[in-house]
């Protein structure tokens, strides 16, 4: 069984309620393999996450920093909002068709205009914001 938490202490509780339930899993099957990932979690967030989803003694734990060479940066300047979801169209349609990415947005409004304008654009697009209004 894998689970993918992401921001599980600072949002579960705020966000999603299954995610303070996950510990029942370890509980309820104790023998099951339960892989965690995060790539950005503190040494202090790790250990809270392994106590809250009862995981304890025989665990392996592996780290990598976040800055991987599988992973590629763009920074664009935003000058205007037009100006720069036509520069991102642009960048994903010029150097990443057809593969994966992640925009940041600084908030909920704005990752839904941003997915709407990709759409627009035919780049297939969902928009994900873990923050309220």
């Keep these: 069984m894998k689970l993918k938490l992401h921001l599980f202490l600072l949002l579960g509780h705020?966000?999603?309620r299954d995610y303070s339930e996950l510990g029942q899993l370890r509980l309820n099957y104790p023998k099951i393999n339960i892989t965690?990932?995060?790539a950005t979690a503190t040494l202090r967030v790790q250990q809270d996450i392994l106590q809250q989803l009862n995981i304890t003694g025989n665990y392996k734990l592996f780290t990598q920093s976040f800055n991987r060479s599988n992973?590629?940066?763009e920074c664009i300047s935003k000058e205007s909002n037009d100006l720069v979801l036509s520069q991102i169209v642009n960048l994903i349609k010029?150097?990443?068709q057809n593969?994966?990415?992640i925009i940041y947005c600084f908030s909920r409004v704005?990752?839904?205009r941003t997915a709407q304008y990709l759409l627009a654009h035919n780049i297939h697009a969902l928009s994900y914001s873990c923050w309220f209004k």
């Design 94 to 96: 010029i150097n990443y």
């Design 99 to 101: 593969q994966c990415g």
């Design 110 to 112: 704005e990752c839904d």
């Design 36 to 38: 965690l990932l995060t």
């Design 14 to 16: 705020d966000i999603r």
């Design 71 to 73: 992973l590629i940066y």
